[in-house]
């Protein structure tokens, strides 16, 4: 036992006990602990295992900065791995369990990698794993991620929710210590709209872990009393437990708010967590710094700590990490440490000080308190199995002295938080008179308090606050003066020691990724003097902290190691997520079936209560075919309903389609320049088939384009591209012809269309539209198209046909969809109308060959697609120069032809590549492939559609369609891609 | 990263598709040899860089937008085909 919880002192609720359990054993702690601090309050120091050679590790910090502390928490689903205690907030109930060790924390076998750590240097991987070749997939990769990696995956769905959130401020702060609340005040009160975001669960920073005056009360008062006066301002909004993670372009910042990670379960209807996208017109960055480790012999063992954290640990918390601590420190700030803990009755072993000379009032201090001091000394060897025992001290003279101690308290220095600073590509700057790396300057952004290297705490306040001013009066605010409250002293001196030389054992630079001082150097020796070179071969800085606590040690030692300064060796910058993030808040709702929003026709309900099987179409869901009762089979259902519509009539939604409505008096011109074909020609009251190319040449999309009044088009695209082409066309009318008076908008979800087909579609549509508007051919021949008034609606008629068949479409605004569709059943019950999904429309237009999406591939020409013909020679179109290239008119093109089984019983299958007989089976004798196939009920055999080379000109001969991951090979013979009725005497009837 | 839309106002960067150069003109068909320039050719410029791009998800319109390639900065944000702008006020004095 070391740590323990005094009887006093600290933000938590001590009437509030709460039990947990680590690696199944029970402890109490209390409302307001970590995880770590309350391990530490039941002296547990022991909590991990170390990545590489698997070493007993413990509490580094008490911050987010953490390397070491990782634990799984929670069980079940919901385990989550790597989570850092030092973090984790405790709840009644929590469970966590250490990591990377096996079978126990206390026995772990992959501890013999200590003793091979020899061959486990810097580059080891590269080293070890290189021969033979192949042994890479088969041995060495699947070996090394099974030892990768720290904490379990838990592998089942998450049963939680993540929700996302925008928000848009004047001023953002990110960073709730003494700097951000002094610069959230200046701007609240200054009338700005304010954020501010702090990761921790209370605000204050520093202030709650140091015994601070401001004002005349304590640091925690002040905070309290800020964190008040902000929650009462209406345009301020304070998120605690929220990490922006990233900041990206425009003022943009990425957060992540933990809503109910401290909760055993979220409450009913909470997220988990919530992303937050935050847009902030000025931004304050107040993130503070992290305290720097002392690289010495075997400072990893479970004991040795950051001296800050001990201090958080003893007043935020009540927790003293030790009974008898020694305190290592080559600053000032070590010495608050050692007073700190001896005021709260601690018995502080000794404080051992790099430095020669201190200032005479830590000096008298350290008399005053009895505390026995050593300068000009270090730590050069520490002793204990899993935890500190011993500590082996150089004295200044030489001389060697052990100590016992059950804790280690070590100060390096600070290192300004500069992380979220180089998102966007800024350089760290270094200081020669700090030894810190400096944020650069930043658009947008102000730096305030330790983040940009003022480490006292009333130039925090002091910068906060003019910060804050500056922020709020570049948004339009005047800021009143702020008169900066008075603070009690403190010295903030530090004479940096990177390493301590001939120290014995391993000195880590690199807690969580296992990177020693020597390792380093021997990168250095193998010639890795670049930062980035050092960072990939030795690992360093690529842990899940990214390197918080070791990078600049490391830059320290390469510099040294290499005859460099520090600036010469420059610095790697940080990326997002400033600390990791969960996948669950990336994604939020955007699970499953909800990954992208469903779009439903007008007719879907009414579709469901036919008992369809429903299909996605890009973002729609369409009805793939309707069984009916008895049908076994998908196959058996489609051919009725093809049979059905051939013989009699049926009704198929054909709203998806794009329909976008074209209207200016140069309308028809626009409309020449996007078709190959010629519209201008086009009268009022008539549709044509049109084809649209990409000003590459190759066909975009196709679709009819109706003249319903004069200057008034409506052009159908296909489900897929509708919003592709919309784009295309917006830019032909204002980036290629502003000049054209035409305006386009589309019309796709206004208007629910449906399709009837069939040589009974006529007397359907007499019986349902009565006298509205007159449907013989005579009136309403093939291709007309009409807009009239049907009851109280404007209603539209096109005589258009995918299916072959006689055919109709009907236009009736959305609202009127369902009614619709209920109506045309009725009124078709005659003639046993059915309704037809996609699956048997998709027949219906191969048996007729007429092109679709599989065709439509944007790799076939016109020409490809047998719709050459149509390319008007009469005009200029997008895609007309680049579509007459020698490459694009080569008659050895793939070409659209039809295919039957020469066998006709035998199944086609769609990809299966064409081969001449007798050739082999090879890439360069590959002739082209089946487009699409289907079962015709009409031929009463599988028929397909091909691309294939000189294809028209091939009709009859006999290929193979090779297949081999399914059929095989199959005979096939070339035949025209119209399979029925190819004089085309349905259509017109 | 964040557009100032003429019509909509500031609005983020996912409502909006790119398309790339800007300044490219689609050639007159008399010269068809300008054609594979004119579609298939682009710079890749480090810095000022005047593109196009189409808020989709807003007012479709086409912007050209003005941005330094380095650093997402954007200078200018017009209408394509607004005539009032000194871009096309040039054009069509040229």
Same mark, same amino acid.
């Given at each position: 036992?070391?740590?323990?919880?005094?009887?006093?002192?600290?933000?938590?609720?001590?009437?509030?006990?709460? #039990?947990?359990?680590?690696?199944?054993?029970?402890?109490?702690?209390?409302?307001?602990?970590?995880?770590?601090?309350?391990?530490?309050?039941?002296?547990?120091?022991?909590?991990?295992?170390?990545?590489?050679?698997?070493?007993?590790?413990?509490?580094? *910090?008490?911050?987010?900065?953490?390397?070491?502390?990782?634990? &799984?928490?929670?069980?079940?689903?919901?385990?989550?791995?790597?989570?850092?205690?030092?973090?984790?907030?405790?709840?009644?109930? /929590?469970?966590?369990?250490?990591?990377?060790?096996?079978?126990?924390?206390? =026995?772990?076998?992959?501890?013999?990698?200590?003793?091979?750590?020899?061959?486990?240097?810097?580059?080891?991987?590269?080293?070890?794993?290189?021969?033979?070749?192949?042994?890479?997939?088969?041995?060495?990769?699947? /070996?090394?991620?099974?030892?990768?990696?720290?904490?379990?995956?838990?592998e089942q769905s998450d049963p939680d929710i993540y929700e996302k959130a925008h928000a848009f401020c004047d001023v953002l702060v990110i960073g709730g210590g003494a700097a951000g609340l002094a610069a959230a005040l200046s701007a609240a009160r200054a009338g700005a709209r304010v954020i501010l975001c702090d990761e921790d669960f209370v605000l204050g920073g520093r202030l709650n872990g140091d015994r601070r005056e401001i004002g005349g009360c304590s640091g925690v008062e002040w905070t309290q009393r800020a964190a008040a006066e902000l929650e009462s301002l209406p345009d301020v909004r304070v998120m605690r437990r929220t990490t922006v993670f990233g900041a990206y372009d425009g003022n943009t910042f990425g957060a992540v708010e933990r809503v109910s990670d401290h909760l055993p379960t979220?409450?009913?209807?909470?997220?988990?967590?919530?992303?937050?996208?935050?847009?902030?017109?000025?931004?304050?960055?107040?993130?503070?710094?992290?305290?720097?480790?002392?690289?010495?012999?075997?400072?990893?063992?479970?004991?040795?700590?950051?001296?800050?954290?001990?201090? *958080?640990?003893?007043?935020?918390?009540?927790?003293?990490?030790?009974? $008898?601590?020694?305190? %290592? #420190? $080559?600053?000032?700030?070590?010495?608050?440490?050692?007073?700190?803990?001896?005021?709260?009755?601690?018995?502080?072993?000794?404080?051992?000080?790099?430095?020669?000379?201190?200032?005479?009032?830590?000096?008298?201090?350290?008399?005053?308190?009895?505390?026995?001091?050593?300068?000009?000394?270090?730590?050069?060897?520490?002793?204990?199995?899993?935890?500190?025992?011993?500590?082996?001290?150089?004295?200044?003279?030489?001389?060697? &002295?052990?100590?016992?101690?059950?804790?280690?308290?070590?100060?390096?220095?600070?290192?300004?938080?500069?992380?979220?600073?180089?998102?966007?590509?800024?350089?760290?700057?270094?200081?020669?008179?700090?030894?810190?790396?400096?944020?650069?300057?930043?658009?947008?952004?102000?730096?305030?308090?330790?983040?940009?290297?003022?480490?006292?705490?009333?130039?925090?306040?002091?910068?906060?606050?003019?910060?804050?001013?500056?922020?709020?009066?570049?948004?339009?605010?005047?800021?009143?003066?702020?008169?900066?409250?008075?603070?009690? !002293?403190?010295?903030?001196?530090?004479?940096?020691?990177?390493?301590?030389? !001939?120290?014995?054992?391993?000195?880590?630079?690199?807690?969580?990724?296992?990177?020693?001082?020597?390792?380093? *150097?021997?990168?250095?020796?193998?010639? =890795?003097?670049?930062?980035?070179?050092?960072?990939?071969?030795?690992?360093?800085?690529?842990?899940?902290?990214?390197?918080?606590?070791?990078?600049?040690?490391?830059?320290?030692?390469?510099?040294?190691?290499?005859?460099?300064?520090?600036?010469?060796?420059?610095?790697?910058?940080?990326?997002?997520?400033? #600390?990791?993030?969960?996948?669950?808040?990336?994604?939020?709702?955007?699970?499953?079936?909800?990954?992208?929003?469903?779009?439903?026709?007008?007719?879907?309900?009414?579709?469901?209560?036919?008992?369809?099987? %429903?299909?996605?179409?890009?973002?729609?869901?369409?009805?793939?075919?309707?069984?009916?009762?008895?049908?076994?089979?998908?196959?058996?259902?489609?051919?009725?309903?093809?049979?059905?519509?051939?013989?009699?009539?049926?009704?198929?939604?054909?709203?998806?389609?794009?329909?976008?409505?074209?209207?200016?008096?140069?309308?028809?011109?626009?409309?020449?320049?996007?078709?190959?074909?010629?519209?201008?020609?086009?009268?009022?009251?008539?549709?044509?088939?049109?084809?649209?190319?990409?000003?590459?040449?190759?066909?975009?999309?196709?679709?009819?384009?109706?003249?319903?009044?004069?200057?008034?088009?409506?052009?159908?695209?296909?489900?897929?591209?509708?919003?592709?082409?919309?784009?295309?066309?917006?830019?032909?009318?204002?980036? *290629?012809?502003?000049? @054209?008076?035409?305006?386009?908008?589309?019309?796709?979800?206004?208007?629910?269309?449906?399709?009837?087909?069939?040589?009974?579609?006529?007397? @359907?549509?007499?019986? /349902?539209?009565?006298?509205?508007?007159?449907?013989?051919?005579?009136?309403?021949?093939?291709?007309?198209?009409? &807009?009239?008034?049907?009851?109280?609606?404007?209603?539209?008629?096109?005589?258009?046909?995918?299916?072959?068949?006689?055919?109709?479409?009907?236009?009736?605004?959305?609202?009127?969809?369902?009614?619709?569709?209920?109506?045309?059943?009725?009124?078709?019950? &005659?003639?046993?109308?059915?309704?037809?999904?996609?699956?048997?429309?998709?027949?219906?237009?191969?048996?007729?060959?007429?092109?679709?999406?599989?065709?439509?591939?944007?790799?076939?020409?016109?020409? !490809?697609?047998?719709?050459?013909?149509?390319?008007?020679?009469?005009?200029?179109?997008?895609?007309?120069?680049?579509?007459?290239?020698?490459?694009?008119?080569?008659?050895?093109?793939?070409?659209?032809?039809?295919?039957?089984?020469?066998?006709?019983?035998?199944?086609?299958?769609?990809?299966?590549?064409?081969?001449?007989?007798?050739?082999?089976?090879?890439?360069?004798?590959?002739?082209?492939? /089946?487009?699409?196939?289907?079962?015709?009920?009409?031929?009463?055999?599988?028929?397909? @559609?091909?691309?294939?080379?000189?294809?028209?000109?091939?009709?009859?001969?006999?290929?193979?369609?090779? !297949?081999?991951?399914?059929?095989?090979?199959?005979?096939?013979?070339?035949?025209?891609?119209?399979?029925?009725?190819?004089?085309?005497?349905?259509?017109?009837? | 990263?964040?557009?100032?839309?003429?019509?909509?106002?500031?609005?983020?960067?996912?409502?909006?598709?790119?398309?790339?150069?800007?300044?490219?003109?689609?050639?007159?068909?008399?010269?068809?040899?300008?054609?594979?320039?004119?579609?298939?050719?682009?710079?890749?410029?480090?810095?000022?860089?005047?593109?196009?791009?189409?808020?989709?998800?807003?007012?479709?319109?086409?912007?050209?937008?003005?941005?330094?390639?380095?650093?997402?900065?954007?200078?200018?944000?017009?209408?394509?085909?607004?005539?009032?702008?000194?871009?096309?006020?040039?054009?069509?004095?040229?």
């Amino acid at each position: 036992m070391s740590g323990h919880r005094l009887g006093k002192g600290g933000l938590i609720d001590r009437q509030r006990a709460l #039990t947990f359990q680590f690696d199944g054993r029970r402890f109490t702690g209390h409302a307001g602990d970590t995880v770590a601090s309350a391990l530490l309050a039941n002296g547990v120091q022991l909590v991990g295992r170390s990545f590489k050679y698997h070493r007993p590790r413990g509490i580094l *910090t008490a911050g987010s900065e953490e390397p070491n502390a990782l634990v &799984e928490l929670r069980t079940g689903a919901r385990r989550e791995p790597n989570t850092r205690a030092t973090v984790a907030e405790l709840f009644d109930g /929590l469970e966590a369990t250490s990591q990377n060790r096996w079978p126990s924390l206390g =026995f772990d076998v992959g501890a013999i990698n200590s003793l091979l750590s020899p061959i486990f240097v810097a580059g080891f991987y590269y080293k070890t794993f290189m021969w033979p070749a192949a042994f890479w997939e088969k041995v060495y990769e699947p /070996l090394i991620r099974k030892a990768a990696g720290l904490g379990r995956a838990s592998e089942q769905s998450d049963p939680d929710i993540y929700e996302k959130a925008h928000a848009f401020c004047d001023v953002l702060v990110i960073g709730g210590g003494a700097a951000g609340l002094a610069a959230a005040l200046s701007a609240a009160r200054a009338g700005a709209r304010v954020i501010l975001c702090d990761e921790d669960f209370v605000l204050g920073g520093r202030l709650n872990g140091d015994r601070r005056e401001i004002g005349g009360c304590s640091g925690v008062e002040w905070t309290q009393r800020a964190a008040a006066e902000l929650e009462s301002l209406p345009d301020v909004r304070v998120m605690r437990r929220t990490t922006v993670f990233g900041a990206y372009d425009g003022n943009t910042f990425g957060a992540v708010e933990r809503v109910s990670d401290h909760l055993p379960t979220p409450s009913p209807h909470q997220p988990r967590q919530r992303l937050w996208k935050i847009v902030a017109r000025r931004i304050v960055l107040a993130t503070g710094a992290i305290e720097r480790p002392l690289v010495f012999g075997d400072n990893d063992r479970p004991g040795v700590m950051m001296s800050s954290a001990a201090r *958080t640990y003893l007043h935020r918390f009540g927790v003293a990490v030790g009974h $008898s601590p020694v305190v %290592f #420190t $080559s600053t000032d700030d070590g010495w608050v440490t050692a007073f700190d803990l001896a005021r709260a009755g601690i018995a502080v072993r000794a404080v051992i000080d790099t430095r020669t000379k201190i200032s005479a009032s830590l000096l008298s201090g350290a008399k005053q308190t009895g505390i026995y001091t050593l300068l000009g000394a270090q730590v050069v060897a520490t002793q204990g199995s899993h935890g500190l025992t011993r500590v082996t001290v150089r004295k200044h003279d030489g001389g060697m &002295e052990n100590l016992k101690a059950d804790a280690l308290c070590m100060s390096g220095g600070w290192n300004p938080n500069i992380a979220l600073s180089t998102h966007l590509g800024g350089r760290p700057r270094w200081s020669d008179e700090l030894s810190v790396f400096l944020p650069s300057e930043l658009r947008g952004t102000i730096v305030a308090g330790a983040a940009r290297g003022s480490f006292t705490l009333a130039a925090a306040l002091r910068e906060g606050a003019a910060a804050g001013a500056e922020a709020a009066q570049s948004t339009g605010h005047d800021a009143p003066a702020w008169s900066a409250p008075t603070v009690d !002293d403190e010295l903030s001196g530090v004479t940096p020691c990177w390493r301590i030389a !001939d120290s014995r054992g391993k000195a880590f630079v690199d807690f969580q990724n296992d990177v020693t001082a020597d390792d380093v *150097t021997l990168a250095a020796r193998e010639g =890795f003097t670049s930062v980035e070179h050092l960072k990939r071969y030795t690992t360093l800085g690529m842990g899940t902290d990214q390197g918080r606590t070791s990078n600049v040690n490391g830059l320290a030692l390469l510099a040294a190691a290499t005859g460099r300064t520090i600036p010469e060796v420059g610095t790697t910058v940080f990326r997002p997520p400033y #600390t990791p993030v969960s996948f669950g808040a990336f994604v939020g709702h955007h699970r499953g079936k909800d990954f992208r929003p469903t779009r439903l026709t007008a007719s879907h309900r009414w579709a469901a209560e036919r008992g369809a099987t %429903f299909v996605e179409a890009a973002q729609w869901l369409r009805a793939q075919w309707f069984a009916e009762p008895g049908e076994t089979d998908w196959l058996q259902t489609v051919n009725r309903e093809v049979k059905s519509v051939r013989s009699s009539v049926g009704v198929c939604d054909v709203s998806t389609l794009g329909k976008i409505d074209i209207q200016g008096k140069d309308a028809a011109t626009f409309l020449d320049r996007v078709y190959i074909n010629m519209i201008s020609t086009l009268p009022v009251g008539k549709t044509r088939y049109g084809i649209m190319l990409r000003e590459d040449g190759f066909v975009m999309d196709d679709g009819t384009t109706a003249h319903i009044a004069p200057g008034h088009y409506v052009m159908s695209t296909t489900t897929v591209n509708a919003g592709k082409v919309m784009q295309h066309l917006e830019h032909a009318r204002q980036v *290629t012809w502003p000049e @054209l008076d035409v305006q386009i908008v589309s019309i796709t979800e206004q208007w629910a269309q449906y399709s009837i087909a069939g040589p009974n579609s006529r007397r @359907l549509l007499e019986r /349902l539209l009565g006298g509205a508007i007159d449907v013989s051919n005579e009136a309403f021949p093939y291709l007309a198209c009409a &807009e009239f008034q049907w009851q109280s609606m404007r209603a539209r008629l096109f005589r258009v046909s995918f299916s072959g068949e006689l055919a109709f479409e009907l236009a009736v605004p959305a609202r009127y969809g369902d009614a619709t569709i209920r109506a045309l059943m009725t009124a078709g019950q &005659e003639w046993g109308v059915v309704p037809y999904g996609l699956e048997a429309l998709g027949v219906m237009r191969i048996e007729k060959g007429h092109v679709a999406g599989n065709e439509l591939n944007g790799m076939t020409t016109a020409a !490809d697609l047998g719709l050459g013909r149509m390319m008007s020679t009469k005009k200029d179109f997008i895609g007309r120069v680049l579509a007459g290239r020698p490459g694009l008119v080569d008659a050895n093109r793939p070409a659209l032809v039809g295919l039957k089984p020469v066998d006709r019983s035998k199944r086609l299958f769609a990809g299966a590549h064409f081969l001449s007989s007798g050739a082999t089976v090879a890439l360069n004798n590959d002739q082209g492939y /089946l487009t699409s196939v289907a079962f015709s009920p009409m031929l009463d055999h599988w028929i397909g @559609l091909g691309l294939l080379a000189r294809g028209q000109a091939r009709v009859g001969e006999r290929l193979r369609a090779y !297949d081999p991951l399914r059929s095989g090979e199959i005979e096939v013979e070339v035949v025209s891609p119209v399979f029925f009725d190819p004089e085309g005497a349905r259509l017109k009837g | 990263m964040r557009i100032q839309c003429p019509f909509c106002g500031e609005r983020d960067s996912s409502e909006f598709t790119y398309l790339g150069d800007a300044t490219v003109r689609r050639p007159d068909p008399s010269a068809p040899e300008q054609y594979f320039e004119a579609v298939y050719l682009r710079d890749n410029p480090a810095g000022r860089h005047e593109e196009l791009w189409y808020h989709g998800f807003g007012c479709r319109s086409w912007l050209r937008v003005t941005r330094d390639t380095r650093t997402h900065e954007i200078f200018t944000v017009e209408m394509y085909n607004d005539a009032t702008t000194e871009t096309n006020q040039e054009a069509a004095r040229a």
